[in-house]
């Protein structure tokens, strides 16, 4: 691959070099792709960040700290933001927000607790993330001169040709190895010390257990208030959850549909209906028969025998040997 | 309104259909008349009774078939005129002798064709040659019986021989055959100009694959235009009937040294008779064509079954072709049934005489022998259809081992005809189910079998019947096919062999194929235990059993790594006929089985067995739990090795725990994930406490990105050394999934994360579970399920599919060869089970067809039709075939995508999966004898991108078989490793690669690269792979390879030996 560098409107390209391993023994170029990080709906920080394009798969925040403040020497990083890490926690489908005016007063109490709730989480099972190839970046710089200064060393060693190399000198100590020992701390994480494991379950659950109580508490409170009419709703009995309600529901309709069965060819005209019904489903179905040949002979050609002669065409075709086959079905990409 | 009864009246047609009246009743729909009266009108509705689809499939087939008699007549009536002509303008030729003869005939380039035995020098009676008494043209051509594009159809003349060359005494020893051999050699050598002008090759060939009977056959040499074949024929009268009664004895003298004199000569006399009554058997097809309107149709349906399954009129083939069916269904108008009733009726559709002539074939039993108008003595054992009025056992050429294939094939078609849910025309007439390989459960090859018909028939009745009683109720039916010599050049001899010897093929009995011990008779029994030494020689031996009985047996050795039928073989084929050198099929499969199977080959193994009891011996443990607050209700198998199909036992197996449904559960994911986590951590002390465990359980994390999806599972090193992983079914899940599906307020990714956390939901504690199950009591139902599973799922993964196809897909696939046989009957073999799997992935157009399997026998048509519906909606859904490509459904699973979607595997994965068994099935037909079973396992790297070496060190040699695999392999093996170093890549680069992979000891992991990204195009944020400038143009950029495997080699950096890159673009 020469070095010759591709122009993207708007977008800077960095040639990085990735050293030779002991598996390619040439080395390769990447090509990170650099802007201003220019949001459709800007936040404080995107004037003093820079929105980077195709990080190799193996990018920690490390790695860009790194390639800006030691390798470019410009800017200090002050955090990184991968893509496909969501930057809200995602809300949990629960069963308390189908109704949102409900939700709006409630605030006050369960909705800390919910937060802490998200926050629990059990313990990960890799020691070191993995990046989608193509994927991009965020990084958030210090301050918007360190931001500007990094695009323009990055526009400065890509016009000069200054080698880059991936990761070079980052001090060992602070990043997991990738490889086999990546794949060895993943089988060991996968099975958690049963102590981590029993702290997050019971701290989740007592949050858990509180932000109900809260909703219920709330819930309560909410009750008792009179609506503008002046009425206050009743309540009584356990509350049935709306997922038992759906199951009561369903087997009233059942039972329903089996008390209706019951009369079934009782006046004559229902057995005559039924007939025609019979008779009318059959006409379909030869009507559909008839289009289902007409669409088998399309695709196949005639109802044919398959003989002797048309497998020893086919096998003309094919190759004599399972081991020479060859697969290049571009057509079905 | 009327009353409906007499309207019904109104309705009702005759019951076969008024005269002249297009018949198209199908037999099926007059059955189930019978049974609900109603449903004539309906099918009186629906279009005259052309509803089903069946009968639209088979007009269309007709029509295809059909000849094209018009077009024929008029392309051959020339030649057929000029030939007939030449003929009769022949001159006669004088009495002289044989030498003479021979001697005048060799000057003009020509070879008498005698039959075996030649007629010595010293005979007295003289050849001769007059102008022929009649030359007509016969046969299927001339009744347009025959079908278009089965096998070439040519044009048969018969020339009728003038009495005056024959005398009295002519039918005894080959005196006739002599003299009709001269005849036909006299006609070559006349009509040869004439022929040679119009475009024909003149040469000998022999009728029915009887080297009694020479013809003359004139081959085109241009493409397009038919054979014909001149027949000789006799006036009917000139041997009287009774002279070749099958029991007659006409071959005297000792001319053959093993037939004695007196003993019966029924081939040769038919032979003979079969020359007498060609004339009046046309005659009598032609008037039973007149007779009845479909009977036409019925003969091409006929010659289309027959021909499909490997049934020819030459002895070799069978001895039943579409002569002998055209024949049989003209005396079956006259009679056939009970008490002398007609099986068929002229007013019967041809479907309608089909069916009755296979229900007829497979219900009567012919070696009771079928008289029409005489009864005379018959050989017995081989089956009889004797027409008294021609003097002729039409069946002459079956032989006992054809009949029995012959019932046995109608006896299944039969089935698929009666069979409701499916209409079946493709197995019936479409596929050729004569593929030896797919139809025999092990194949014999033996070279040195072939002769002139009348010894070739006596040597394979003897290895008929020694191979009968030597196997004994170890084979259902044993098949002997030969291939008839075929022509010859009228300058050469009659060839003695045709070039291929004889094969066997061998349909096993599941269940008495491995038995070690035979017994024979009892000491006592004086006359028996002779012949039975006779039979086995020193192989058999006296003993005494624990009953006390004292038995002549055979004792075969178990563990020879030799099956059983072979060293039956091998001894018998030593004593009785000195053949040690044969070729047999079928046992390598097995083999192969056990060289990649951990040496496991039956369900029943003890590896299976011990993984069986340790599963019930945790469910008791685990039942009686008591520090567990919710009772248990049930704990399912859900892994391969609980339900007998894993290849190597090895690997945690999967279990699935219900408790009694609770409405303490939260009704939140997280919370729910959590309340699982603490379950497994309180399962895991109470199962350590009762001593059930060999270590401490662990709770493991799994899907830790998702918090929708099942987090947690529990290992259980059990005491037995098996390893179980449990995870929790709490069914409240799939309702909270449904319904938030339903939630209109979510983004689209969330849905799509919804959508995917139920289908996982469904698979892990659904289907998984209920396939195993079902497979459980399927395995037991089919003993050879389990090793067909199992050999197959070896295949996949030795083509590198197992990154890319479920192992319960390749069940599935497995099942329905087992549960929907069809047109065979349900496999006997490893053999059969996975090469007929094969065959029907083969035929499997899965763009368009649904794969429907039946497993707990409740594949009602309403359950296939709901099936067809669903299957239509996903093509409609997702017509490119992006998330599914191949659609599987099951009765238990009508959903049909379980194991599929999410490009389980891609289109191109599907393309290649059948393009594989494709070239498979192509290699089965090219050696049907001596395939080298390992070239269908061998895959070729060649055609991929890059190919990823791993270490070798990292897959120790693990050769050394450890009581309990299962749990000592897990730790050790790499299998997991690579596994998540497969999905790590695959997940970085799913846009730009396709990376395919074998089971655990696979040492290599092959790519694709996405041709797309190799393309140059303008970059855009979408484009998500890795890029770089493409040569050409300023703005274009491809994918960096070079970056991209270099990451690869970081990724698995100490996994890797080396990376091969292909470079297929020079």
Same mark, same amino acid.
């Given at each position: 691959?020469?070095?010759?560098?591709?122009?993207?409107?708007?977008?800077?390209?960095?040639?990085?070099?990735?050293?030779?391993?002991?598996?390619?023994?040439?080395?390769?170029?990447?090509?990170?792709?650099?802007?201003?990080?220019?949001?459709?709906?800007?936040?404080?920080?995107?004037?003093?960040?820079?929105?980077?394009?195709?990080?190799?798969?193996?990018?920690?925040?490390?790695?860009?700290?790194?390639?800006?403040?030691?390798?470019?020497?410009?800017?200090?990083?002050?955090?990184?933001?991968?893509?496909?890490?969501?930057?809200?926690?995602?809300?949990?489908?629960?069963?308390?927000?189908?109704?949102?005016?409900?939700?709006?007063?409630?605030?006050?109490?369960?909705?800390?607790?919910?937060?802490?709730?998200?926050?629990?989480?059990?313990?990960?099972?890799?020691?070191?993330?993995?990046?989608?190839?193509?994927?991009?970046?965020?990084?958030?710089?210090?301050?918007?001169?360190?931001?500007?200064?990094?695009?323009?060393?990055?526009?400065?060693?890509?016009?000069?040709?200054?080698?880059?190399?991936?990761?070079?000198?980052?001090?060992?100590?602070?990043?997991?190895?990738?490889?086999?020992?990546?794949?060895?701390?993943?089988?060991?994480?996968?099975?958690?010390?049963?102590?981590?494991?029993?702290?997050?379950?019971?701290?989740?659950?007592?949050?858990?257990?509180?932000?109900?109580?809260?909703?219920?508490?709330?819930?309560?409170?909410?009750?008792?208030?009179?609506?503008?009419?002046?009425?206050?709703?009743?309540?009584?009995?356990?509350?049935?959850?709306?997922?038992?309600?759906?199951?009561?529901?369903?087997?009233?309709?059942?039972?329903?549909?089996?008390?209706?069965?019951?009369?079934?060819?009782?006046?004559?005209?229902?057995?005559?209906?039924?007939?025609?019904?019979?008779?009318?489903?059959?006409?379909?179905?030869?009507?559909?028969?008839?289009?289902?040949?007409?669409?088998?002979?399309?695709?196949?050609?005639?109802?044919?025998?398959?003989?002797?002669?048309?497998?020893?065409?086919?096998?003309?075709?094919?190759?004599?040997?399972?081991?020479?086959?060859?697969?290049?079905?571009?057509?079905?990409? | 309104?009327?009353?409906?009864?007499?309207?019904?009246?109104?309705?009702?047609?005759?019951?076969?259909?008024?005269?002249?009246?297009?018949?198209?009743?199908?037999?099926?729909?007059?059955?189930?008349?019978?049974?609900?009266?109603?449903?004539?009108?309906?099918?009186?509705?629906?279009?005259?009774?052309?509803?089903?689809?069946?009968?639209?499939?088979?007009?269309?087939?007709?029509?295809?078939?059909?000849?094209?008699?018009?077009?024929?007549?008029?392309?051959?009536?020339?030649?057929?005129?000029?030939?007939?002509?030449?003929?009769?303008?022949?001159?006669?030729?004088?009495?002289?002798?044989?030498?003479?003869?021979?001697?005048?005939?060799?000057?003009?380039?020509?070879?008498?064709?005698?039959?075996?035995?030649?007629?010595?020098?010293?005979?007295?009676?003289?050849?001769?040659?007059?102008?022929?008494?009649?030359?007509?043209?016969?046969?299927?051509?001339?009744?347009?019986?025959?079908?278009?594009?089965?096998?070439?159809?040519?044009?048969?003349?018969?020339?009728?021989?003038?009495?005056?060359?024959?005398?009295?005494?002519?039918?005894?020893?080959?005196?006739?055959?002599?003299?009709?051999?001269?005849?036909?050699?006299?006609?070559?050598?006349?009509?040869?100009?004439?022929?040679?002008?119009?475009?024909?090759?003149?040469?000998?060939?022999?009728?029915?694959?009887?080297?009694?009977?020479?013809?003359?056959?004139?081959?085109?040499?241009?493409?397009?235009?038919?054979?014909?074949?001149?027949?000789?024929?006799?006036?009917?009268?000139?041997?009287?009937?009774?002279?070749?009664?099958?029991?007659?004895?006409?071959?005297?003298?000792?001319?053959?040294?093993?037939?004695?004199?007196?003993?019966?000569?029924?081939?040769?006399?038919?032979?003979?008779?079969?020359?007498?009554?060609?004339?009046?058997?046309?005659?009598?097809?032609?008037?039973?064509?007149?007779?009845?309107?479909?009977?036409?149709?019925?003969?091409?349906?006929?010659?289309?079954?027959?021909?499909?399954?490997?049934?020819?009129?030459?002895?070799?083939?069978?001895?039943?072709?579409?002569? @002998?069916? $055209?024949? *049989?269904?003209?005396? /079956?108008?006259?009679?056939? =049934?009970?008490?002398?009733?007609? %099986?068929?009726?002229? &007013?019967?559709?041809?479907?309608?005489?089909?069916?009755?002539?296979?229900?007829?074939?497979?219900?009567?039993?012919?070696?009771?022998?079928?008289?029409?108008?005489?009864?005379?003595?018959?050989?017995?054992?081989?089956?009889?259809?004797?027409?008294?009025?021609?003097?002729?056992?039409?069946?002459?050429?079956?032989?006992?081992?054809?009949?029995?294939?012959?019932?046995?094939?109608?006896?299944?078609?039969?089935?698929?005809?009666?069979?409701?849910?499916?209409?079946?025309?493709?197995?019936?007439?479409?596929?050729?189910?004569?593929?030896?390989?797919?139809?025999?459960?092990?194949?014999?090859?033996?070279?040195?079998?072939?002769?002139?018909?009348?010894?070739?028939?006596? @040597?394979? $009745?003897? *290895?008929?019947?020694? /191979?009968?009683?030597?196997? =004994?109720?170890?084979?259902?039916? %044993?098949?002997?096919? &030969?291939?008839?010599?075929?022509?010859?050049?009228?300058?050469?001899?009659?060839?003695?062999?045709?070039?291929?010897?004889?094969?066997?093929?061998?349909?096993?009995?599941?269940?008495?194929?491995?038995?070690?011990?035979?017994?024979?008779?009892?000491?006592?029994?004086?006359?028996?235990?002779?012949?039975?030494?006779?039979?086995?020689?020193?192989?058999?031996?006296?003993?005494?059993?624990?009953?006390?009985?004292?038995?002549?047996?055979?004792?075969?050795?178990?563990?020879?790594?030799?099956?059983?039928?072979?060293?039956?073989?091998?001894?018998?084929?030593?004593?009785?006929?000195?053949?040690?050198?044969?070729?047999?099929?079928?046992?390598?499969?097995?083999?192969?089985?056990?060289?990649?199977?951990?040496?496991?080959?039956?369900?029943?193994?003890?590896?299976?067995?011990?993984?069986?009891?340790?599963?019930?011996?945790?469910?008791?443990?685990?039942?009686?739990?008591?520090?567990?607050?919710?009772?248990?209700?049930?704990?399912?198998?859900?892994?391969?090795?609980?339900?007998?199909?894993?290849?190597?036992?090895?690997?945690?197996?999967?279990?699935?725990?219900?408790?009694?449904?609770?409405?303490?559960?939260?009704?939140?994911?997280?919370?729910?994930?959590?309340?699982?986590?603490?379950?497994?951590?309180?399962?895991?002390?109470?199962?350590?406490?009762?001593?059930?465990?060999?270590?401490?359980?662990?709770?493991?994390?799994?899907?830790?990105?998702?918090?929708?999806?099942?987090?947690?599972?529990?290992?259980?090193?059990?005491?037995?050394?098996?390893?179980?992983?449990?995870?929790?079914?709490?069914?409240?899940?799939?309702?909270?999934?449904?319904?938030?599906?339903?939630?209109?307020?979510?983004?689209?990714?969330?849905?799509?994360?919804?959508?995917?956390?139920?289908?996982?939901?469904?698979?892990?504690?659904?289907?998984?579970?209920?396939?195993?199950?079902?497979?459980?009591?399927?395995?037991?139902?089919?003993?050879?399920?389990?090793?067909?599973?199992?050999?197959?799922?070896?295949?996949?993964?030795?083509?590198?599919?197992?990154?890319?196809?479920?192992?319960?897909?390749?069940?599935?696939?497995?099942?329905?060869?087992?549960?929907?046989?069809?047109?065979?009957?349900?496999?006997?073999?490893?053999?059969?089970?996975?090469?007929?799997?094969?065959?029907?992935?083969?035929?499997?157009?899965?763009?368009?067809?649904?794969?429907?399997?039946?497993?707990?026998?409740?594949?009602?048509?309403?359950?296939?039709?709901?099936?067809?519906?669903?299957?239509?909606?996903?093509?409609?859904?997702?017509?490119?075939?992006?998330?599914?490509?191949?659609?599987?459904?099951?009765?238990?699973?009508?959903?049909?995508?379980?194991?599929?979607?999410?490009?389980?595997?891609?289109?191109?994965?599907?393309?290649?999966?059948?393009?594989?068994?494709?070239?498979?099935?192509?290699?089965?037909?090219?050696?049907?004898?001596?395939?080298?079973?390992?070239?269908?396992?061998?895959?070729?790297?060649?055609?991929?991108?890059?190919?990823?070496?791993?270490?070798?060190?990292?897959?120790?040699?693990?050769?050394?078989?450890?009581?309990?695999?299962?749990?000592?392999?897990?730790?050790?093996?790499?299998?997991?490793?690579?596994?998540?170093?497969?999905?790590?890549?695959?997940?970085?680069?799913?846009?730009?690669?396709?990376?395919?992979?074998?089971?655990?000891?696979?040492?290599?992991?092959?790519?694709?690269?996405?041709?797309?990204?190799?393309?140059?195009?303008?970059?855009?944020?979408?484009?998500?792979?890795?890029?770089?400038?493409?040569?050409?143009?300023?703005?274009?950029?491809?994918?960096?390879?070079?970056?991209?495997?270099?990451?690869?080699?970081?990724?698995?950096?100490?996994?890797?030996?080396?990376?091969?890159?292909?470079?297929?673009?020079?």
């Amino acid at each position: 691959m020469k070095a010759g560098s591709v122009e993207i409107p708007g977008y800077t390209t960095l040639p990085v070099q990735f050293p030779a391993t002991s598996l390619t023994p040439e080395p390769a170029t990447h090509y990170l792709y650099i802007r201003p990080h220019e949001p459709r709906i800007p936040d404080p920080d995107s004037t003093r960040s820079l929105f980077i394009v195709n990080v190799p798969i193996d990018t920690t925040e490390l790695h860009l700290r790194h390639l800006f403040g030691t390798q470019l020497s410009a800017g200090r990083v002050e955090r990184v933001q991968f893509e496909d890490v969501p930057t809200k926690k995602r809300t949990a489908a629960t069963s308390t927000e189908t109704n949102t005016s409900k939700k709006k007063r409630k605030r006050v109490t369960a909705d800390d607790f919910e937060q802490h709730l998200d926050a629990i989480s059990l313990p990960s099972t890799w020691d070191r993330k993995l990046q989608k190839s193509g994927a991009h970046a965020i990084v958030i710089f210090a301050d918007r001169p360190s931001m500007e200064s990094s695009l323009k060393a990055s526009t400065k060693a890509a016009k000069r040709g200054t080698s880059i190399t991936w990761g070079e000198n980052l001090p060992s100590d602070r990043l997991p190895a990738l490889g086999l020992s990546r794949y060895a701390a993943h089988e060991r994480l996968q099975y958690p010390e049963r102590g981590t494991l029993l702290r997050a379950v019971n701290e989740f659950m007592t949050t858990f257990s509180a932000v109900s109580e809260a909703r219920k508490r709330e819930d309560h409170k909410r009750y008792a208030v009179p609506d503008e009419d002046g009425f206050v709703t009743v309540q009584h009995g356990p509350k049935l959850n709306s997922v038992a309600r759906e199951d009561e529901m369903r087997e009233l309709l059942e039972k329903q549909k089996k008390k209706g069965e019951g009369l079934e060819d009782f006046y004559r005209f229902q057995s005559r209906e039924k007939r025609k019904e019979r008779q009318n489903r059959l006409l379909k179905r030869f009507d559909e028969d008839k289009k289902k040949l007409a669409d088998i002979k399309a695709r196949r050609g005639k109802i044919r025998v398959s003989t002797f002669s048309s497998i020893q065409s086919s096998l003309a075709n094919l190759s004599r040997s399972l081991s020479k086959l060859v697969y290049r079905s571009m057509a079905f990409w | 309104m009327s009353d409906p009864s007499s309207k019904r009246r109104k309705l009702s047609p005759p019951p076969n259909g008024a005269p002249g009246y297009p018949t198209a009743t199908d037999q099926k729909r007059s059955a189930t008349r019978n049974k609900d009266g109603r449903s004539a009108e309906l099918a009186m509705a629906s279009g005259f009774y052309k509803s089903s689809f069946f009968k639209l499939q088979m007009d269309e087939l007709l029509e295809g078939l059909r000849p094209n008699h018009a077009s024929q007549v008029a392309k051959s009536q020339e030649s057929l005129h000029q030939i007939k002509n030449a003929i009769e303008t022949l001159p006669d030729k004088t009495p002289q002798s044989v030498f003479d003869a021979e001697k005048d005939l060799r000057a003009s380039g020509l070879a008498v064709p005698w039959p075996e035995p030649r007629p010595s020098k010293e005979v007295k009676y003289s050849m001769a040659y007059a102008k022929p008494a009649n030359i007509n043209v016969v046969g299927s051509f001339a009744l347009q019986t025959g079908a278009r594009a089965l096998e070439l159809r040519p044009i048969d003349l018969a020339v009728t021989m003038p009495n005056s060359l024959f005398q009295e005494k002519d039918y005894v020893n080959f005196r006739y055959f002599h003299k009709r051999a001269y005849y036909m050699a006299c006609l070559a050598a006349g009509i040869q100009d004439v022929a040679n002008n119009l475009g024909f090759d003149v040469k000998f060939s022999t009728q029915d694959g009887d080297s009694l009977r020479p013809l003359v056959l004139l081959e085109p040499q241009a493409p397009g235009s038919s054979q014909i074949r001149i027949l000789a024929a006799v006036d009917p009268t000139l041997f009287p009937i009774s002279r070749t009664l099958p029991m007659k004895s006409n071959i005297r003298q000792g001319f053959s040294a093993s037939s004695e004199i007196g003993e019966p000569t029924s081939f040769y006399n038919a032979s003979l008779r079969a020359d007498a009554t060609v004339s009046l058997y046309h005659k009598s097809i032609y008037s039973a064509s007149q007779k009845c309107e479909s009977f036409k149709d019925a003969c091409i349906l006929g010659r289309t079954w027959l021909h499909q399954r490997g049934f020819r009129t030459a002895f070799q083939n069978g001895g039943f072709g579409g002569f @002998e069916w $055209t024949v *049989l269904l003209s005396l /079956l108008f006259e009679g056939g =049934g009970p008490a002398g009733q007609p %099986v068929l009726l002229p &007013s019967y559709s041809c479907y309608q005489i089909f069916k009755a002539t296979v229900q007829f074939l497979a219900g009567r039993d012919l070696t009771t022998p079928l008289f029409f108008n005489h009864e005379v003595s018959v050989p017995s054992g081989v089956p009889v259809v004797y027409d008294g009025r021609r003097g002729l056992n039409i069946l002459y050429k079956m032989t006992s081992w054809s009949y029995a294939t012959l019932r046995h094939e109608a006896s299944t078609t039969l089935k698929m005809l009666n069979e409701s849910r499916e209409d079946n025309f493709d197995k019936v007439f479409i596929l050729k189910v004569d593929e030896p390989a797919l139809r025999f459960d092990r194949l014999i090859t033996i070279k040195s079998f072939t002769g002139e018909t009348l010894r070739a028939l006596q @040597e394979q $009745t003897k *290895l008929y019947n020694v /191979l009968t009683k030597a196997l =004994g109720d170890r084979v259902n039916l %044993v098949s002997i096919a &030969s291939d008839p010599v075929s022509t010859w050049s009228v300058k050469s001899k009659q060839p003695k062999k045709s070039n291929e010897g004889v094969s066997v093929g061998l349909l096993l009995n599941a269940e008495n194929v491995g038995r070690v011990v035979d017994h024979g008779p009892a000491a006592e029994e004086k006359e028996d235990s002779t012949a039975f030494q006779a039979f086995w020689g020193e192989k058999s031996e006296l003993r005494r059993f624990k009953d006390g009985s004292i038995l002549e047996s055979l004792v075969w050795s178990e563990n020879s790594g030799d099956s059983i039928i072979h060293q039956i073989l091998v001894y018998i084929l030593q004593r009785h006929f000195g053949i040690v050198d044969f070729g047999f099929l079928g046992d390598d499969y097995d083999e192969r089985l056990r060289a990649y199977g951990d040496n496991i080959l039956a369900y029943s193994s003890p590896a299976f067995q011990s993984a069986n009891e340790a599963f019930k011996d945790l469910e008791t443990s685990i039942r009686t739990m008591d520090e567990v607050p919710l009772e248990v209700r049930h704990l399912a198998p859900a892994s391969s090795l609980l339900r007998y199909t894993a290849v190597r036992p090895g690997g945690p197996a999967d279990v699935v725990l219900q408790f009694e449904s609770s409405s303490r559960w939260p009704d939140d994911f997280a919370a729910i994930q959590m309340t699982k986590i603490a379950f497994l951590l309180k399962i895991g002390d109470a199962l350590e406490q009762a001593g059930a465990t060999a270590s401490p359980c662990r709770v493991g994390l799994e899907n830790e990105s998702s918090k929708i999806i099942n987090n947690a599972y529990l290992d259980i090193p059990h005491s037995s050394g098996i390893l179980f992983r449990l995870r929790i079914h709490h069914d409240r899940e799939q309702t909270l999934l449904e319904r938030s599906l339903k939630d209109r307020s979510m983004s689209p990714r969330e849905r799509e994360e919804a959508a995917f956390a139920l289908f996982s939901y469904k698979k892990t504690f659904v289907q998984i579970p209920r396939l195993t199950q079902a497979l459980r009591s399927l395995c037991t139902r089919f003993p050879l399920l389990s090793p067909t599973i199992r050999l197959t799922k070896h295949w996949f993964a030795s083509h590198m599919f197992t990154a890319q196809i479920n192992e319960e897909l390749i069940e599935l696939l497995v099942i329905r060869t087992f549960t929907q046989p069809n047109p065979w009957e349900c496999p006997s073999s490893v053999m059969t089970g996975f090469l007929r799997t094969l065959h029907s992935l083969s035929r499997w157009d899965w763009q368009q067809e649904a794969f429907i399997v039946d497993l707990g026998g409740d594949l009602s048509p309403d359950v296939t039709e709901h099936i067809r519906t669903r299957f239509t909606a996903w093509r409609n859904i997702d017509p490119a075939m992006n998330s599914v490509a191949l659609f599987v459904a099951s009765d238990i699973d009508p959903e049909g995508v379980t194991w599929t979607q999410y490009e389980m595997p891609s289109k191109v994965v599907a393309g290649r999966l059948s393009s594989l068994t494709n070239a498979a099935i192509g290699l089965i037909r090219s050696k049907p004898h001596d395939l080298d079973i390992s070239e269908l396992f061998d895959t070729s790297l060649a055609p991929y991108d890059f190919v990823i070496h791993l270490r070798s060190k990292l897959f120790g040699k693990s050769t050394s078989a450890p009581k309990f695999k299962n749990l000592a392999e897990s730790r050790a093996s790499m299998g997991p490793t690579i596994k998540s170093f497969v999905c790590d890549v695959q997940s970085c680069y799913s846009q730009s690669i396709l990376l395919f992979r074998g089971d655990d000891r696979c040492p290599v992991i092959a790519g694709l690269w996405n041709p797309q990204t190799l393309k140059p195009r303008s970059w855009n944020l979408k484009t998500a792979y890795s890029t770089a400038p493409a040569p050409g143009p300023e703005d274009q950029v491809s994918i960096n390879r070079s970056a991209v495997i270099n990451e690869i080699a970081r990724l698995g950096h100490g996994l890797i030996e080396h990376i091969e890159v292909h470079d297929h673009s020079k």
